[in-house]
């Protein structure tokens, strides 16, 4: 009896213990997210005005970052739009057609190396492959462009996808697979319209944290969008983005140049946010269950 | 199924073929493209929104460094780079590339002992180069003190910080160290990354600048803007013809019209250690570099338009900026230069 | 008859039908699979063209370009091993703090956080990661290095490490042996490995914990339910339930975060210290691969970026044999437990 309640006792001490510890794991998170939002607003507040989203960068100081955040607007998209598909359906694969194969496990084995490319290499890589023969085949008037910037950060966003899809994927439970190939359905429509709805909010948290990933991307864009001081839309010119003129303001010596960088810092924060928060309004709108 | 499948592909052409026609548009919306040199990215951006508001033509310029900047323009993506280090004359001429420089501006060694307001440490080169190579580590080495009589020097270990990153701003400084040391001209040498003997390194101007706020018996050596506008303490330097010297705009305008232009090809100069008397021991230039015979003859011909306006009419907006503007009988060479070797 | 003609028409249109849901079968299947050939392709491509790239290195070099820790760029002399070095050691250190760090967070948001508490702070760790990794460094640099050196950096040189202020080793420094070399610095800064690592920690928790979190979820919650009647508490479930079941996920969200840190490149520039020199201490600073390139691309030339792109190759080289060292202790943990 004694001998009892001192394991109940254990037990419940452990218990209390390590959700406790839960707790602190999150306050740890939550506390550096707090001490890094608070410094980039703290820093940039003075930059965060109407300017800072109608002027472009040619004015330094005196401008804004319109230019930018349409730039990142638009790479992002056309990167996201890129890796999407093709990390869902690759992750498909590896989940669903390929668990044991030697070639399945080499290439899910790969794709981990993928990611953690650094992640100017993936630029360079892409400027070999997209904008110099861009170049070449325009006659150099195409060169850098935001084409080829997307294409790099859906080079970042992929291995992110695909690893995420096909983890999601994988955890679906057969009976869910089993039930509909017994009632004939083809497995493409097993796939798509039971599986990967399945595992929809999964898939859609890989996708995000891509997102967020290459939303904050520099070293990649250098050398293929390469930047722009002033507003384009065009995705065949050179393009502007939020981190790339972060990054170069800085390094500037300027104090108010300092200010925007941060205040830019604090817009693209505060886009994710919004992007994660929206997306988690639709999935719990139309929640899935599993069992 | 079919008619969802030709929807597919129908929608897939028409992407296809919006892909096409965008990337046919060719870019007109920015008229020039430079990139290279950090060292004159804020200068080149007020030039270039000045230029645009009174032409309506645009120039767009990143800085990826000299060296990126000077392999692009041999790819032929860019219009025109910016580089720190001079473009060497076979190279040059292989690639049919001609270079000029534009702007001038300072790097000055900046500390941070407490105590010590700016200018009032003076070092000489052979000093300097000492700290730099690890030989000199306390502050109140008998060597810095004979230089600073009257200075209270605190017995302080010194932090040397240097730039981690390749930089036309190391480049200047430890051409100026190899200049004035035969130890650090043999053991070290100079280019845009050394082999450093001893130190912490900080990424860009403003990595080094923090990294010197931040360590208590620190020396690092920065663009003057930095040191002006971040508040570190620079050090007064003795200079070839053996005056000890304030950085200033007119210290950098004296190294640069004492520098040996007349006998240089392609302006190929560093004029680091100039024999002025007043002049700036580490005074820097940018050389832009474009094509003699470029693939796109418009671009070029705007890209002279502006260079040209900008030295004859941009001293204001480097003034601002802590950069000098170029002497004028250094523009006329240049304009003199450009007759001779750009056909257009 | 009639119901013969009907039966044979139904049979052909089943056919018909199996057979147009055969070949629709195929073609998604060849799809699905072009899709993973183009990530291998993807990788093969990038791997392919550092290494072409730093062919003119590799040829110089040799072997010996992993063992030495020279790099003199004036001289046109380098070695690999300060950067390799850097790279495993900073994202080790971040695996070591992230990884309890997001379990714990994904613990709590999926069983002991009140509902209504769950979403908003799960988007809020989420945000860590869309976090620009320049904002990182720069708060790095300018916030949390000085913290660092004046608050942290001090007590463990002081009681863990053996160059003390005072010049008297604390108990764990004489008596532990590793330990005092490894907090022993006299650098008087903030930035070092042990900076390096905390930092990619924080980075990389988002990745680990929002994949732990939408893994645990997944788990039946009958499975759960039959725990808790046998009266097993939440921890015990967690443990010996929850994490079990998902365990391969987990694991796949660790290397999404291991990945992201032996790659990550801007952060850990402005923290690391960047010296190309070897300490046995995690308070000195060091160098990385990737902070390595981005320092050295923009003015290298010749031989020296071909050495750059030597070193990217390098790093899949080293990240394929952490994944296999990985792979390889994972399989004797199942051994273990006898599976």
Same mark, same amino acid.
């Given at each position: 009896?004694?001998?009892?309640?001192?394991?109940?006792?254990?037990?419940?001490?452990?218990?209390?213990?390590?959700?406790?510890?839960?707790?602190?794991?999150?306050?740890?998170?939550?506390?550096?997210?707090?001490?890094?939002?608070?410094?980039?607003?703290?820093?940039?507040?003075?930059?965060?005005?109407?300017?800072?989203?109608?002027?472009?960068?040619?004015?330094?100081?005196?401008?804004?970052?319109?230019?930018?955040?349409?730039?990142?607007?638009?790479?992002?998209?056309?990167?996201?739009?890129?890796?999407?598909?093709?990390?869902?359906?690759?992750?498909?694969?590896?989940?669903?057609?390929?668990?044991?194969?030697?070639?399945?496990?080499?290439?899910?084995?790969?794709?981990?190396?993928?990611?953690?490319?650094?992640?100017?290499?993936?630029?360079?890589?892409?400027?070999?492959?997209?904008?110099?023969?861009?170049?070449?085949?325009?006659?150099?008037?195409?060169?850098?462009?935001?084409?080829?910037?997307?294409?790099?950060?859906?080079?970042?966003?992929?291995?992110?996808?695909?690893?995420?899809?096909?983890?999601?994927?994988?955890?679906?439970?057969?009976?869910?697979?089993?039930?509909?190939?017994?009632?004939?359905?083809?497995?493409?429509?097993?796939?798509?319209?039971?599986?990967?709805?399945?595992?929809?909010?999964?898939?859609?948290?890989?996708?995000?944290?891509?997102?967020?990933?290459?939303?904050?991307?520099?070293?990649?864009?250098?050398?293929?969008?390469?930047?722009?001081?002033?507003?384009?839309?065009?995705?065949?010119?050179?393009?502007?983005?939020?981190?790339?003129?972060?990054?170069?303001?800085?390094?500037?010596?300027?104090?108010?140049?300092?200010?925007?960088?941060?205040?830019?810092?604090?817009?693209?924060?505060?886009?994710?946010?919004?992007?994660?928060?929206?997306?988690?309004?639709?999935?719990?709108?139309?929640?899935?269950?599993?069992? | 199924?079919?008619?969802?499948?030709?929807?597919?592909?129908?929608?897939?052409?028409?992407?296809?073929?919006?892909?096409?026609?965008?990337?046919?548009?060719?870019?007109?919306?920015?008229?020039?493209?430079?990139?290279?040199?950090?060292?004159?990215?804020?200068?080149?951006?007020?030039?270039?929104?000045?230029?645009?508001?009174?032409?309506?033509?645009?120039?767009?310029?990143?800085?990826?460094?000299?060296?990126?900047?000077?392999?692009?323009?041999?790819?032929?993506?860019?219009?025109?780079?910016?580089?720190?280090?001079?473009?060497?004359?076979?190279?040059?001429?292989?690639?049919?590339?001609?270079?000029?420089?534009?702007?001038?501006?300072?790097?000055?060694?900046?500390?941070?002992?407490?105590?010590?307001?700016?200018?009032?440490?003076?070092?000489?080169?052979?000093?300097?180069?000492?700290?730099?190579?690890?030989?000199?580590?306390?502050?109140?080495?008998?060597?810095?003190?004979?230089?600073?009589?009257?200075?209270?020097?605190?017995?302080?270990?010194?932090?040397?910080?240097?730039?981690?990153?390749?930089?036309?701003?190391?480049?200047?400084?430890?051409?100026?160290?190899?200049?004035?040391?035969?130890?650090?001209?043999?053991?070290?040498?100079?280019?845009?990354?050394?082999?450093?003997?001893?130190?912490?390194?900080?990424?860009?101007?403003?990595?080094?600048?923090?990294?010197?706020?931040?360590?208590?018996?620190?020396?690092?050596?920065?663009?003057?803007?930095?040191?002006?506008?971040?508040?570190?303490?620079?050090?007064?330097?003795?200079?070839?013809?053996?005056?000890?010297?304030?950085?200033?705009?007119?210290?950098?305008?004296?190294?640069?019209?004492?520098?040996?232009?007349?006998?240089?090809?392609?302006?190929?100069?560093?004029?680091?250690?100039?024999?002025?008397?007043?002049?700036?021991?580490?005074?820097?230039?940018?050389?832009?570099?474009?094509?003699?015979?470029?693939?796109?003859?418009?671009?070029?011909?705007?890209?002279?338009?502006?260079?040209?306006?900008?030295?004859?009419?941009?001293?204001?907006?480097?003034?601002?900026?802590?950069?000098?503007?170029?002497?004028?009988?250094?523009?006329?060479?240049?304009?003199?230069?450009?007759?001779?070797?750009?056909?257009? | 008859?009639?119901?013969?003609?009907?039966?044979?028409?139904?049979?052909?249109?089943?056919?018909?039908?199996?057979?147009?849901?055969?070949?629709?079968?195929?073609?998604?299947?060849?799809?699905?699979?072009?899709?993973?050939?183009?990530?291998?392709?993807?990788?093969?491509?990038?791997?392919?063209?550092?290494?072409?790239?730093?062919?003119?290195?590799?040829?110089?070099?040799?072997?010996?370009?992993?063992?030495?820790?020279?790099?003199?760029?004036?001289?046109?002399?380098?070695?690999?091993?300060? =950067?390799?070095?850097? %790279?495993? !050691?900073? +994202?080790? $250190?971040? #695996? @070591?703090?992230?990884? *309890?760090?997001?379990?714990?967070?994904?613990?709590?948001?999926?069983?002991?956080?009140? =509902?209504?508490?769950? %979403?908003? !702070?799960? +988007?809020? $760790?989420? #945000? @860590?990661?869309?976090? *620009?990794?320049?904002?990182?460094?720069?708060?790095?640099?300018?916030?949390?290095?000085?913290?660092?050196?004046?608050?942290?950096?001090?007590?463990?040189?002081?009681? @863990?490490?053996?160059? *003390?202020?005072?010049?008297?080793?604390?108990?764990?420094?004489?008596?532990?042996?590793?330990?005092?070399?490894?907090?022993?610095?006299?650098?008087?800064?903030?930035?070092?490995?042990?900076?390096?690592?905390?930092?990619?920690?924080?980075?990389?928790?988002?990745?680990?914990?929002?994949?732990?979190?939408?893994?645990f979820q997944t788990v039946p919650s009958r499975l759960k339910e039959s725990a808790y009647a046998l009266g097993s508490s939440t921890w015990e479930v967690s443990w010996d339930i929850v994490l079990p079941y998902t365990r391969s996920a987990v694991i796949g969200g660790i290397f999404l975060g291991l990945g992201r840190a032996l790659g990550e490149t801007m952060a850990v520039t402005f923290v690391l210290g960047n010296a190309m020199q070897l300490s046995a201490s995690i308070l000195d600073p060091g160098a990385s691969i990737a902070s390595t390139i981005a320092n050295q691309f923009s003015e290298a030339a010749g031989l020296q970026k071909s050495t750059l792109m030597a070193l990217a190759f390098l790093l899949f080289v080293v990240t394929f044999f952490v994944l296999l060292i990985a792979r390889w202790m994972l399989r004797q943990l199942a051994h273990k437990e006898g599976r």
């Amino acid at each position: 009896m004694a001998a009892n309640s001192f394991i109940y006792t254990r037990r419940r001490i452990t218990n209390i213990v390590a959700l406790a510890l839960s707790m602190v794991a999150t306050l740890i998170g939550l506390v550096f997210l707090a001490w890094i939002l608070w410094e980039t607003l703290r820093q940039g507040i003075g930059a965060l005005d109407l300017k800072l989203f109608t002027k472009i960068t040619a004015y330094g100081e005196d401008g804004g970052l319109l230019n930018a955040m349409v730039g990142s607007l638009i790479v992002n998209l056309i990167g996201i739009a890129i890796a999407t598909p093709i990390g869902v359906l690759a992750g498909t694969w590896l989940a669903e057609y390929a668990s044991g194969t030697k070639l399945g496990e080499s290439i899910r084995f790969l794709n981990d190396i993928l990611l953690s490319a650094p992640s100017i290499v993936l630029g360079l890589f892409v400027y070999t492959i997209v904008v110099l023969p861009t170049t070449a085949l325009t006659d150099g008037s195409t060169t850098f462009s935001g084409w080829a910037g997307g294409v790099a950060l859906a080079l970042i966003a992929l291995p992110v996808i695909v690893r995420t899809s096909d983890e999601m994927l994988r955890l679906v439970p057969s009976t869910l697979r089993e039930a509909a190939l017994s009632l004939g359905i083809p497995q493409w429509k097993l796939t798509m319209q039971i599986l990967i709805r399945a595992a929809r909010s999964g898939i859609i948290t890989g996708v995000l944290l891509a997102l967020a990933r290459i939303s904050g991307e520099t070293a990649p864009l250098l050398f293929t969008a390469f930047g722009n001081n002033y507003l384009t839309f065009n995705p065949s010119d050179k393009m502007s983005s939020l981190p790339q003129v972060i990054y170069q303001y800085a390094n500037d010596p300027g104090d108010g140049m300092h200010a925007i960088a941060w205040a830019g810092a604090f817009v693209v924060t505060m886009f994710v946010l919004l992007l994660s928060l929206a997306s988690r309004l639709v999935l719990s709108r139309n929640k899935v269950s599993h069992d | 199924m079919l008619t969802s499948t030709k929807y597919l592909s129908r929608i897939g052409t028409t992407a296809v073929f919006a892909a096409a026609s965008l990337f046919g548009m060719s870019a007109h919306a920015t008229d020039i493209t430079g990139a290279g040199s950090s060292f004159v990215y804020p200068v080149l951006s007020k030039w270039s929104a000045g230029y645009a508001e009174k032409t309506g033509n645009k120039l767009n310029y990143q800085s990826v460094g000299s060296g990126a900047g000077v392999a692009q323009i041999k790819e032929g993506t860019i219009d025109f780079g910016a580089t720190d280090a001079p473009v060497k004359a076979e190279d040059l001429a292989q690639y049919g590339l001609g270079q000029f420089p534009v702007v001038v501006g300072g790097i000055v060694p900046v500390v941070n002992i407490p105590g010590i307001e700016a200018g009032q440490i003076k070092l000489d080169g052979p000093t300097l180069a000492d700290i730099f190579l690890g030989k000199i580590t306390m502050w109140n080495d008998p060597k810095i003190a004979a230089m600073n009589a009257g200075v209270n020097l605190p017995a302080k270990k010194i932090t040397v910080v240097h730039r981690s990153d390749g930089s036309g701003t190391s480049f200047n400084f430890t051409n100026y160290l190899s200049k004035v040391s035969n130890d650090w001209a043999t053991k070290v040498k100079f280019g845009t990354a050394v082999e450093w003997p001893t130190g912490v390194g900080g990424k860009g101007n403003e990595g080094v600048s923090q990294y010197v706020k931040q360590i208590i018996g620190s020396i690092g050596y920065v663009e003057y803007a930095y040191a002006v506008k971040n508040k570190i303490s620079w050090v007064n330097l003795k200079n070839a013809a053996g005056q000890v010297v304030a950085p200033s705009a007119d210290a950098f305008a004296a190294a640069a019209a004492t520098a040996d232009w007349a006998s240089a090809k392609d302006f190929n100069v560093i004029m680091t250690n100039a024999s002025g008397a007043q002049a700036w021991p580490i005074t820097a230039t940018t050389w832009v570099v474009m094509y003699k015979k470029p693939k796109n003859a418009e671009h070029t011909k705007v890209a002279f338009e502006f260079f040209k306006w900008a030295l004859e009419n941009g001293q204001k907006d480097a003034a601002s900026l802590d950069y000098v503007a170029l002497p004028e009988n250094l523009v006329q060479k240049i304009e003199a230069y450009w007759s001779t070797e750009y056909k257009h | 008859m009639q119901a013969n003609v009907g039966a044979v028409a139904s049979t052909l249109a089943q056919e018909a039908r199996a057979h147009r849901d055969a070949r629709h079968d195929r073609l998604f299947g060849w799809l699905l699979k072009g899709c993973a050939l183009l990530v291998l392709a993807c990788l093969l491509g990038a791997a392919g063209a550092t290494l072409w790239g730093g062919r003119h290195a590799f040829g110089t070099f040799g072997w010996h370009f992993l063992v030495s820790s020279t790099w003199d760029p004036s001289s046109d002399t380098y070695g690999a091993l300060v =950067p390799v070095y850097g %790279t495993i !050691v900073t +994202s080790l $250190i971040a #695996l @070591l703090i992230a990884v *309890p760090v997001s379990f714990g967070i994904a613990l709590y948001l999926s069983e002991v956080a009140p =509902p209504w508490l769950r %979403t908003p !702070v799960s +988007s809020a $760790i989420e #945000l @860590l990661a869309g976090i *620009p990794s320049i904002i990182y460094g720069m708060w790095g640099l300018f916030i949390f290095a000085p913290f660092f050196a004046d608050h942290i950096k001090p007590w463990l040189t002081n009681y @863990l490490g053996d160059k *003390p202020d005072d010049g008297k080793l604390s108990w764990v420094a004489a008596h532990v042996p590793f330990v005092g070399k490894l907090f022993g610095s006299d650098y008087p800064f903030g930035a070092s490995i042990l900076t390096a690592g905390i930092v990619l920690a924080v980075m990389i928790i988002p990745f680990i914990s929002s994949v732990m979190r939408e893994v645990f979820q997944t788990v039946p919650s009958r499975l759960k339910e039959s725990a808790y009647a046998l009266g097993s508490s939440t921890w015990e479930v967690s443990w010996d339930i929850v994490l079990p079941y998902t365990r391969s996920a987990v694991i796949g969200g660790i290397f999404l975060g291991l990945g992201r840190a032996l790659g990550e490149t801007m952060a850990v520039t402005f923290v690391l210290g960047n010296a190309m020199q070897l300490s046995a201490s995690i308070l000195d600073p060091g160098a990385s691969i990737a902070s390595t390139i981005a320092n050295q691309f923009s003015e290298a030339a010749g031989l020296q970026k071909s050495t750059l792109m030597a070193l990217a190759f390098l790093l899949f080289v080293v990240t394929f044999f952490v994944l296999l060292i990985a792979r390889w202790m994972l399989r004797q943990l199942a051994h273990k437990e006898g599976r």
